[in-house]
Protein backbone atom coordinates (compact mmCIF):
# COMPACT_ATOMS: atom_id res chain seq x y z
CA UNK A 1 0.00 0.00 0.00
CA UNK A 2 1.47 3.33 -0.92
CA UNK A 3 -0.06 5.12 1.45
CA UNK A 4 2.15 3.52 4.64
CA UNK A 5 5.48 4.12 2.32
CA UNK A 6 7.67 6.52 4.44
CA UNK A 7 8.66 7.49 2.09
CA UNK A 8 5.74 9.42 0.61
CA UNK A 9 4.84 10.42 3.71
CA UNK A 10 5.99 14.59 3.37
CA UNK A 11 4.25 14.76 0.19
CA UNK A 12 1.02 13.27 1.62
CA UNK A 13 1.37 15.43 3.86
CA UNK A 14 1.59 18.02 1.84
CA UNK A 15 -1.00 17.31 0.11
CA UNK A 16 -3.50 16.99 3.15
CA UNK A 17 -2.41 20.48 4.25
CA UNK A 18 -3.65 21.95 0.79
CA UNK A 19 -6.34 20.11 0.93
CA UNK A 20 -7.50 20.77 4.23
CA UNK A 21 -6.64 24.82 3.56
CA UNK A 22 -8.64 24.56 0.43
CA UNK A 23 -11.69 23.20 2.11
CA UNK A 24 -11.75 25.33 4.88
CA UNK A 25 -12.08 28.35 3.10
CA UNK A 26 -13.66 27.15 0.35
CA UNK A 27 -16.66 24.85 2.67
CA UNK A 28 -16.72 26.06 6.47
CA UNK A 29 -15.18 29.79 6.10
CA UNK A 30 -18.35 30.73 4.08
CA UNK A 31 -20.86 28.14 5.82
CA UNK A 32 -19.67 29.37 9.36
CA UNK A 33 -20.91 32.73 9.78
CA UNK A 34 -24.26 31.31 8.09
CA UNK A 35 -23.82 28.25 11.13
CA UNK A 36 -23.46 31.27 13.71
CA UNK A 37 -26.45 33.28 12.54
CA UNK A 38 -29.19 30.30 12.42
CA UNK A 39 -28.08 29.35 15.51
CA UNK A 40 -28.13 32.73 17.26
CA UNK A 41 -32.01 33.20 15.67
CA UNK A 42 -32.93 29.80 17.21
CA UNK A 43 -31.77 30.46 20.46
CA UNK A 44 -33.11 33.73 20.39
CA UNK A 45 -36.31 32.16 19.02
CA UNK A 46 -36.29 29.65 21.58
CA UNK A 47 -35.62 31.92 24.46
CA UNK A 48 -38.59 34.18 23.21
CA UNK A 49 -40.68 31.40 23.29
CA UNK A 50 -39.83 31.00 26.32
CA UNK A 51 -40.74 34.30 27.46
CA UNK A 52 -44.19 34.16 26.01
CA UNK A 53 -44.35 31.12 27.81
CA UNK A 54 -43.46 32.58 31.31
CA UNK A 55 -45.91 35.65 30.53
CA UNK A 56 -48.57 33.04 29.43
CA UNK A 57 -48.14 30.88 32.65
CA UNK A 58 -48.56 33.99 34.56
CA UNK A 59 -51.30 34.87 32.71
CA UNK A 60 -52.85 31.20 33.30
CA UNK A 61 -52.03 31.82 36.75
CA UNK A 62 -53.68 34.97 37.49
CA UNK A 63 -56.43 34.04 35.73
CA UNK A 64 -56.94 30.79 38.08
CA UNK A 65 -56.32 33.33 40.65
CA UNK A 66 -58.88 35.21 39.62
CA UNK A 67 -61.22 31.99 39.16
CA UNK A 68 -60.61 30.87 42.66
CA UNK A 69 -61.55 34.20 44.03
CA UNK A 70 -65.14 34.19 42.27
CA UNK A 71 -65.41 30.81 43.41
CA UNK A 72 -64.53 31.28 46.75
CA UNK A 73 -66.95 34.54 46.30
CA UNK A 74 -70.05 32.89 45.10
CA UNK A 75 -69.56 30.23 47.45
CA UNK A 76 -69.67 32.63 50.77
CA UNK A 77 -72.67 34.42 48.50
CA UNK A 78 -74.36 31.18 48.54
CA UNK A 79 -74.02 29.87 52.19
CA UNK A 80 -75.08 33.70 52.86
CA UNK A 81 -78.24 33.38 50.97
CA UNK A 82 -78.67 29.83 52.24
CA UNK A 83 -78.32 31.21 55.76
CA UNK A 84 -80.88 34.29 55.01
CA UNK A 85 -83.23 31.74 53.38
CA UNK A 86 -83.15 29.44 56.33
CA UNK A 87 -83.73 32.13 58.88
CA UNK A 88 -86.25 33.48 56.73
CA UNK A 89 -87.88 30.54 56.38
CA UNK A 90 -87.98 29.84 60.34
CA UNK A 91 -89.30 32.87 60.91
CA UNK A 92 -92.41 32.44 59.25
CA UNK A 93 -93.07 29.11 60.42
CA UNK A 94 -92.90 30.70 64.15
CA UNK A 95 -95.31 33.25 63.08
CA UNK A 96 -97.63 30.40 61.55
CA UNK A 97 -96.93 28.24 64.33
CA UNK A 98 -98.10 31.37 67.08
CA UNK A 99 -101.04 31.96 64.34
CA UNK A 100 -102.10 28.33 64.46
CA UNK A 101 -101.52 28.64 68.65
CA UNK A 102 -103.94 31.40 68.68
CA UNK A 103 -106.44 29.71 66.30
CA UNK A 104 -106.29 26.52 68.48
CA UNK A 105 -106.30 28.74 72.03
CA UNK A 106 -109.68 30.67 70.69
CA UNK A 107 -110.99 27.07 68.94
CA UNK A 108 -110.37 25.47 72.32
CA UNK A 109 -112.02 28.34 74.75
CA UNK A 110 -115.45 28.12 72.43
CA UNK A 111 -115.22 24.47 73.12
CA UNK A 112 -114.95 24.72 76.37
CA UNK A 113 -117.77 27.44 76.11
CA UNK A 114 -119.91 24.53 74.21
CA UNK A 115 -119.31 22.09 76.70
CA UNK A 116 -120.19 24.26 79.80
CA UNK A 117 -123.41 25.14 78.10
CA UNK A 118 -123.89 21.59 77.03
CA UNK A 119 -123.14 19.91 80.72
CA UNK A 120 -125.58 22.80 81.79
CA UNK A 121 -128.00 21.78 79.90
CA UNK A 122 -127.49 18.23 80.32
CA UNK A 123 -127.57 19.25 84.17
CA UNK A 124 -130.66 20.64 83.64
CA UNK A 125 -132.48 17.91 81.68
CA UNK A 126 -130.88 15.51 84.01
CA UNK A 127 -132.39 17.40 87.57
CA UNK A 128 -135.57 17.25 85.53
CA UNK A 129 -135.99 13.75 84.29
CA UNK A 130 -134.92 12.98 88.11
CA UNK A 131 -137.91 14.81 89.14
CA UNK A 132 -140.23 13.66 86.76
CA UNK A 133 -138.83 10.01 88.04
CA UNK A 134 -138.89 10.54 91.34
CA UNK A 135 -142.24 11.98 91.50
CA UNK A 136 -143.71 8.79 89.25
CA UNK A 137 -141.80 6.57 91.42
CA UNK A 138 -143.33 8.28 94.85
CA UNK A 139 -146.49 8.57 93.86
CA UNK A 140 -146.51 4.20 92.58
CA UNK A 141 -144.98 3.06 95.37
CA UNK A 142 -145.61 5.35 98.40
CA UNK A 143 -149.20 6.46 96.44
CA UNK A 144 -148.20 10.31 97.49
CA UNK A 145 -148.33 12.98 94.88
CA UNK A 146 -145.17 15.21 94.80
CA UNK A 147 -144.88 17.79 92.32
CA UNK A 148 -141.14 18.19 90.60
CA UNK A 149 -140.80 21.23 92.10
CA UNK A 150 -140.81 19.90 95.05
CA UNK A 151 -138.38 17.58 94.13
CA UNK A 152 -135.90 19.73 92.55
CA UNK A 153 -136.59 22.01 95.90
CA UNK A 154 -135.44 18.98 98.19
CA UNK A 155 -132.48 18.26 95.61
CA UNK A 156 -131.30 21.87 95.95
CA UNK A 157 -131.47 22.02 99.80
CA UNK A 158 -129.27 18.85 100.23
Given amino acids: MPQFDPASF ?35 QVSGDLDRAEAAKGQADAIRTAYDDGMRQARDAAQAAVAAARDSAAKAAEVRLKALAAQLDADAEVAATRLDAARA ?12 LT ?24
Fill in 135 to 158: TEAVAKLAGINVTPADVSAALAAR
Fill in 10 to 44: ASQLFWFGVFFTLLYFVVVRPTLPKVGKVIDAREA
Fill in 121 to 132: AARANLEATVAD
